[in-house]
Structures are given as structure tokens and as C-alpha cells.
């Protein structure tokens, strides 16, 4: 397939799937979340919408922000939470008539939760659990946590502790009985564009006049997303969730060196190492994962083991089993980014 068309794949949901529902979003003022919010709003007619996280500043400036784009009608239907994730009661109270809970909070940074592993599982592991009981205990319809590749075969703590969140949201599906909560997982790679990226840390070195860019391996590889193809995935999955998988987006590569030419040109490449608990290539679903992963035109689904409930697989709707073995890796990939792809990327084309 051609670079630019890995770059540029809408995984926009056929109908706007947030009309008339009571949406709640944890970590609302982050990258992720920010961008949803002004989609949500723009393109969509939630009946409610709440920011959940802990921040007061951020919050602050989100609505600051809001208040230049949208007219006061449409942001009467915003409410903006303070809580934590580790907080359930709190949690519970935030989630009073919701319907759809997006999961988008979560310690990121992989130094840091190598540092200060118990912070990182307070937030990312028992957060989790708190969203599942919270969502249970409300009769929310619908969960979707956002994950990353480094769940897969985790080396990093962080990827560890998304692990660990994906199975319990997986695994949650078992426990709403009669309520009926679904529960789902998305899980992609780079974020171009959002905070803590190597994308703009490469653009921000280049404006101010850096002699050259690091990089940590020349071999690397990360698999790429723009923030709306992040949101539209979230959405789209969303829409056609049955609860218990982990959906997986067909998306671009691109080595490091290949990023750092794509934003600065000119710059030579220092190579500096790759961190304590880094990769030199993502995955994003593993050989042991491909038994149970259906194939469909713009998604892999990692469909789950253990179903006591309701639930018709996607391999029995003209999704394609993968063949045994197979691997998604950013290095193995046979999709790839050129400089277009990354700058469409950065745009948040897609
Ligand atoms: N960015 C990427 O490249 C990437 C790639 C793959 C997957 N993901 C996943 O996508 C999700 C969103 O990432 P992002 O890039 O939007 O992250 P981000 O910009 O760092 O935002 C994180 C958000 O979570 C909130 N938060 C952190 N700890 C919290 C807590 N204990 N309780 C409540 N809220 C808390 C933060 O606000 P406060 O600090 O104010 O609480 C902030 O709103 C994460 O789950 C991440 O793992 C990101």
C-alpha cells in the first residue's frame, strides 16, 4: 500500500455515536481528550459531556480555550469534574447517569513510571479497576479504555501497568451480569503531535537552532496515529463494540532517522542510546495474541478468551482469521510513512 494512504485512513464511525448520550471522559484535558472533546462538540450532540481529572489549571484553560471556539449553548452541556482515577467514590459520584465512559487518563511517560513504579500503578492499574467498578455500579452502557503498543509483551513498567488495564477491562465484561456493561479496548501507537511526542520535541530543537537531532537507535521504528485518527478510532470502535476486544488500528511506520529528516532536513542524526525500558520496535499484537485476532479491512480485533456472556465474535462476520504466527510490529509493518505521511499526520489530517 502507498505511504500516504496509511497516513491519510479515516477510521471515522458511520453514524455520530455520541447523539443524545450522557458522555463522561477521565483524563479530558490531556491530548487525547481535548481533541475528543472539540470533535465531540463540533460534530456531535451529546446530551453531556464531562471532563473528568485532577488538575484545576488544565481544566481551567481547557474551558478557556473552549470558550473562543463554541457558543455558550453548545458548552452548557460541558461539565468539568476535579478527581482522581484512584478516587472510586469520587468516580462513582462523576459517572451519575452516564452512558459512555471514554478511559483516557493514565501516567505515560516511560521514565518517569520506571522511577516512581507505585504511582504509576496507583493511576494506570488500580484507576482501571476503579472505572470498571464506578461503571458497574452506574449501569453505564458502554467503557472504552485507551491502551498503547507498549502493552504488548510489556518490558517498560508502563507498559506493564496498561497490560494489566487491559485485562481488567477485558475481563470486566464477565462481571456486569445483568447490567450489561460493555466494556472495550483500543490500543495504537505514537500519538504525532501529542504531549511528551518526539515529534515536537524534533520541530521545537530545530526552531531553536539545534546543530543536530537525537536520536536513540537509527534502527528504530514506532508505528504512527494523528490525534482525530485516534479519536475517530476511539469512535468507530465505540460504535461497533461487542465487549471484551481489543481493537488494533492498521496504521503507518516510520524509523527515526526517517522522522527526524521528515522535520528537520537539514540537521545531522546524534545517536544517544536507547533509554532504560525502551524498545527497539512496537508491537501491537504478538504471535501468541494472532490465534485468537480477527482481520478486518482497517482494524485488527484481539477478540477475548474467556466470554460468560452474550457475545458474537467478528470472525463470524466476515472478519479474516491471521494466520498463524502473525506478528503486527512496527518493524515488519507493511505499511510506511514518508515525510507527507508524518506531516499529515502532525496536521491531524487522517
Ligand atoms: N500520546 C500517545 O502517544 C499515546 C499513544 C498510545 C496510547 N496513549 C494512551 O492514550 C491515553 C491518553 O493519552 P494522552 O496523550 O492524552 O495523555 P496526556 O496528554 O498525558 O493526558 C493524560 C490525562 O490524564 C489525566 N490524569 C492523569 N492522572 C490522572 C488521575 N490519577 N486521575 C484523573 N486524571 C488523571 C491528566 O490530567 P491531570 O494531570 O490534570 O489529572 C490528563 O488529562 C492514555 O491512556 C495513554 O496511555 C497515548
Redesign the pocket.
Known amino acids: 500500500m502507498p505511504a500516504a494512504s496509511a497516513a491519510l485512513r479515516s477510521f471515522a464511525p458511520t453514524k455520530p455515536v455520541l447523539d443524545g448520550q450522557v458522555v463522561l471522559i ?8 481535548r481533541r475528543f472533546v472539540q470533535r465531540a462538540l463540533a460534530e456531535q450532540q451529546p446530551k453531556k459531556l464531562i471532563v ?4 484545576e489549571l ?1 481544566q481551567y484553560e481547557m474551558q478557556e480555550a473552549l470558550r473562543e471556539q463554541f457558543d455558550p449553548a453548545v458548552l452548557a452541556k460541558m461539565r468539568f469534574f476535579l ?4 478516587d472510586q467514590s469520587r468516580l462513582t459520584l462523576a459517572l451519575r447517569g452516564a452512558d459512555v465512559v471514554i478511559h ?5 511517560q516511560v521514565p518517569a513510571a520506571e522511577y516512581n513504579p507505585s504511582e504509576c500503578i496507583h ?1 494506570n492499574v488500580l ?1 482501571a479497576e476503579n472505572v470498571v467498578w464506578a461503571s458497574l455500579n452506574n449501569r453505564v452502557q458502554r467503557v472504552v479504555a ?3 503498543d507498549k502493552a504488548c509483551n510489556p518490558i517498560n513498567l508502563y507498559g506493564a501497568t ?1 497490560l494489566a488495564s487491559d485485562k481488567t477491562f477485558v475481563a470486566a465484561n464477565n462481571l456486569a451480569g445483568d447490567i450489561g456493561t460493555r466494556f472495550s479496548v483500543v490500543r ?4 504525532a503531535g ?4 518526539v515529534a515536537p520535541l524534533f520541530e521545537r530543537l530545530a526552531a531553536k537552532g539545534a546543530a543536530d537531532l537525537p536520536i536513540t537507535d537509527p534502527r528504530m521504528t514506532r508505528f504512527w496515529i494523528s490525534l482525530d485518527q485516534g479519536v475517530d478510532f476511539v469512535l468507530s470502535s465505540l460504535e461497533m463494540m461487542r465487549g471484551g476486544e481489543i481493537f488494533v488500528p492498521k496504521i503507518g511506520s516510520m524509523t527515526m532517522p526517517d522522522v527526524a529528516r521528515a522535520l528537520a532536513p537539514d540537521l545531522p542524526h546524534r545517536t544517544v542510546g536507547i533509554r532504560p525500558g525502551e524498545k527497539l520496535h512496537e508491537m501491537m499484537i504478538s504471535s501468541d495474541d494472532a490465534r485468537m485476532t480477527t482481520e478486518l479491512p482497517d482494524r485488527y480485533v484481539i477478540e477475548p478468551g474467556f466470554v460468560e456472556y452474550t457475545r458474537r465474535p467478528f470472525s463470524e462476520d466476515g472478519g479474516q482469521a491471521v494466520p498463524d504466527g502473525f506478528t503486527y510490529s512496527s518493524d515488519t509493518n507493511t505499511e510506511w510513512l514518508d515525510a507527507a505521511g508524518l506531516k499529515a499526520l502532525l496536521a491531524g489530517h487522517g
Not at 477521565?26 to 491530548?31: E, I, M, N, V, Y
Not at 501529542?194 to 511526542?197: A, D, Q, T
Request: glycine residues 22%.
Open positions: 477521565t483524563g479530558g484535558t490531556g491530548s487525547f481528550g473528568f481529572s485532577r488538575d488544565k478527581g482522581d482515577v484512584r483516557a487518563a493514565a501516567l505515560k493511576t484507576g485507551l491502551s498503547t496498561k495504537y501507537g505514537n500519538v501529542s504531549r511528551g511526542s
